[in-house]
T-cell receptor, first 108, second 113 residues
Framework: RKEVEQDPGPFNVPEGATVAFNCTYSNSASQSFFWYRQDCRKEPKLLMSVYSSGNEDGRFTAQLNRASQYISLLIRDSKLSDSATYLCRTDSWGKFQFGAGTQVVVTP | NAGVTQTPKFQVLKTGQSMTLQCAQDMNHEYMSWYRQDPGMGLRLIHYSVGAGITDQGEVPNGYNVSRSTTEDFPLRLLSAAPSQTSVYFC????????????FGSGTQLSVL
């Protein structure tokens, strides 16, 4: 079993709609959590960190559920430019684990 | 500020050939690492280094060598390329003081025929 798992998608989302997806992790010692955005096999770029209390950055909201060991990302008012693959990353004492990514396709 | 510079962007090798992927960063980061990315597998750590002269194996080190003679450079060597090494490779660095952010190079798409 992979340490970090994501639904590969694709999630097809009409422009303006809301989409949410999760990332589950198996290592209960994971301390830090992040969401990255990756376009067309380019390098991943940090989208946001995920804090215990949940956090928001514009149209993006990240949540952490330690009890069930998953993090989530919600995108509101989806834009065409949000089409990308979203990777999650966990950090356990300096050991980074990435998920395989969730593809989001925003359609006009 | 160039950040993390990775070369080449594309490379085609024949089985058994050797090559070096170059990675350089100008941010004085202690930590540097190499990942490979394959469909459905996510980013997997090949080798990493926590400072000049120090390297260690990651999740998938077989078939790859690294060295860290300077803080700036962290080359990845394929001694005898195999088709299983066809992948996209990313170099990444981070500053231990600002632990969160990994800075990635732009990637190398490698095909081994």
């Amino acid at each position: 079993r992979k340490e970090v798992e994501q639904d590969p998608g694709p999630f097809n989302v009409p422009e303006g709609a809301t989409v949410a997806f999760n990332c589950t992790y198996s290592n209960s010692a994971s301390q830090s959590f992040f969401w990255y955005r990756q376009d067309c096999r380019k390098e991943p770029k940090l989208l946001m960190s995920v804090y215990s209390s949940g956090n928001e950055d514009g149209r993006f909201t990240a949540q952490l559920n330690r009890a069930s060991q998953y993090i989530s990302l919600l995108i509101r008012d989806s834009k065409l430019s949000d089409s990308a693959t979203y990777l999650c990353r966990t950090d356990s004492w300096g050991k980074f684990q990435f998920g395989a990514g969730t593809q989001v396709v925003v359609t006009p | 500020n160039a950040g993390v510079t990775q070369t080449p962007k594309f490379q085609v090798l024949k089985t058994g050939q050797s090559m070096t992927l170059q990675c350089a960063q100008d941010m004085n980061h202690e930590y540097m690492s190499w990942y490979r990315q394959d469909p459905g597998m996510g980013l997997r750590l090949i080798h990493y280094s926590v400072g000049a002269g120090i390297t260690d194996q990651g999740e998938v080190p077989n078939g790859y060598n690294v060295s860290r003679s300077t803080t700036e450079d962290f080359p990845l060597r394929l001694l005898s390329a195999a088709p299983s090494q066809t992948s996209v490779y990313f170099c990444a660095s981070r500053d231990f003081a600002t632990n969160e952010k990994l800075f990635f190079g732009s990637g190398t798409q490698l095909s081994v025929l």
